[in-house]
């Protein structure tokens, strides 16, 4: 499995964020990785959707609250880690 990487819109950031776009990537992506770990252990045949959710939750709960709170993620990698899990779980590779 790869290593999930969070990459964040620059359109979309404020100029504070914008100039700390490296460091929050960073943050949010060792999160993922920390949230995917946790539920990949943790897997029991739940549905890509339910993942999703367990994965954000994750993410959010190794994150600083601000952060956790000002991230609204799109459903692209998240739900790509989820598919991924499903699918190494099926025995697929």
Do not use: N
């Amino acid at each position: 499995m790869a290593e999930p990487h969070v990459t964040l819109d620059p359109s979309q950031l404020t100029p504070p964020a914008q100039k700390l776009r490296g460091p929050l990537e960073d943050q949010l992506s060792s999160a993922l990785q920390l949230a995917t770990e946790k539920v990949r252990a943790d897997y029991h045949g739940e549905p890509v959707e339910e993942l999703c959710g367990r994965l954000l939750g994750e993410m959010r709960a190794a994150l600083h609250p601000d952060i956790a709170e000002a991230f609204h993620p799109g459903d692209g990698e998240i739900r790509r880690v989820a598919e991924e899990i499903v699918r190494l779980s099926a025995g697929g590779h």
